[in-house]
Each structure stands twice: as structure tokens, then as C-alpha cells.
T-cell receptor
């Protein structure tokens, strides 16, 4: 599976948009980009995934560059409950290879 | 239940003992996964079941680890001769065809 690179941590202000970057320069043509998050002491929670096109759901938006070598997860209005470790994963089918993720801290 | 259920939530065992960790997936989900998460790290893939069979067990660290899913629903992860390095949170997830993986809360295993 291709690997991803994410910043280890980032802060954002409550109510503002949080933009989480992810580099995946070795992604192959049939691999999806998945985002999960893990709130302290809980199991990972699915957020969104995409292949080529940008995607949006009730939680977030996913912007994938045209060359698919990077993507950005956007939380449109961050709340304190969005404080978590966010994992960007590339792959397909069942085998998710989690890295260290980005620890996002939302501050009031 | 509505989500993936894992029992026990915490397990403390002595080095050398045998342990079993149980996972009840979401009803109807054919895919089941086990992951392991050590402190400060992301989850690490262990094994994947599609139905009753282990489709990929390449993540199991050694032959002390074994998992079963005899009826295609509940799964048990079995660890023999536990070692202190086995201490971690063991996560189970399930999914349907073409759906994302839903994770349970995990079992925290501590080997003393």
C-alpha cells in the first residue's frame, strides 16, 4: 500500500474551518483516499473517502488534487468535539494501513 | 446491538497465560477485521475475515496469535503464552460489501 505523510499536529479555532493536508505521492490508480479519526480512548471513526473526485458528506469535505498525489480534509466548522487524531490512509478493499496521523486540537 | 461490541473492555493477564478476546460485529456484516494499537501509534492490521474464512492473516505477528470466526459472525482472537510486548488495545471492525469499516471500542490488554 502507498504511504502517506501528514503533519504531526495542528491547532484550529472553534467555529473556523480546519484544513488537514495529506501527501500520498506514490498512490496507485485504483487506490482510494480514506480519512478516519480517533477520539481519545475510542475506536477509529470513518469520516470520508474518495478516488478522484472531491467528496462531501455531513462530516467533512475531501479535496483530491488532479494528480492525486495529495489531498485535504476540510472540517467546515470545527467544534471542541472534533479534537482527535486524524488518519489519512490510501489503499483499497480491506487493509487499512494507519500511520501516526495528525493530532488536531480545537481551541475555544 | 447497533455497533461493534468487544469484550472484555479491559483484560489484565500474567505473562505466559492464554487469553481470548471477543468481537461481535454489526449484524449482517460479512467482513471482519482485527487491528492492534500500541500506545502513541496508529492501529496495525492483524487479520481480515470474509465470512468464515481468514482471507488475509498476514498481519498476525507470530504463531502465538490465532483468530477464528466459525459461523461468520462473532470472532475470537486468541493469544497463547502472552508476553509483555503483547500489551496493547486490540480493535475489531466490521463492514458490509462496499461499506467502510466500523470499529469497536477495543479491548485493552495488559500483560504483567
Amino acid at each position: 500500500d502507498a504511504k502517506t505523510t501528514q503533519p504531526p499536529s495542528m491547532d484550529c479555532a472553534e467555529g473556523r474551518a480546519a484544513n488537514l493536508p495529506c501527501n500520498h505521492s506514490t498512490i496507485s490508480g485504483n487506490e482510494y483516499v480514506y480519512w478516519y479519526r480517533q477520539i481519545h480512548s475510542q475506536g477509529p471513526q470513518y469520516i470520508i473517502h474518495g478516488l478522484k473526485n472531491n467528496e462531501t458528506n455531513e462530516m467533512a469535505s475531501l479535496i483530491i488534487t488532479e494528480d492525486r498525489k495529495s489531498s485535504t480534509l476540510i472540517l467546515p466548522h470545527a467544534t471542541l468535539r472534533d479534537t482527535a487524531v486524524y488518519y489519512c490512509i490510501v489503499g483499497h478493499d480491506y487493509k487499512l494501513s494507519f500511520g501516526a496521523g495528525t493530532t488536531v486540537t480545537v481551541r475555544a | 446491538g447497533a455497533g461493534v461490541s468487544q469484550t472484555p473492555s479491559n483484560k489484565v493477564t500474567e505473562k505466559g497465560k492464554y487469553v481470548e478476546l471477543r468481537c461481535d460485529p454489526i449484524s449482517g456484516h460479512t467482513a471482519l477485521y482485527w487491528y492492534r494499537q500500541s500506545l502513541g501509534q496508529g492501529p496495525e492490521f492483524l487479520i481480515y475475515f470474509q465470512g468464515t474464512g481468514a482471507a488475509d492473516d498476514s498481519g498476525l505477528p507470530n504463531d502465538r496469535f490465532f483468530a477464528v470466526r466459525p459461523e461468520g459472525s462473532v470472532s475470537t482472537l486468541k493469544i497463547q503464552r502472552t508476553e509483555r510486548g503483547d500489551s496493547a488495545v486490540y480493535l475489531c471492525a466490521s463492514g458490509g460489501r462496499d461499506t467502510e469499516a466500523f470499529f469497536g471500542q477495543g479491548t485493552r490488554l495488559t500483560v504483567v
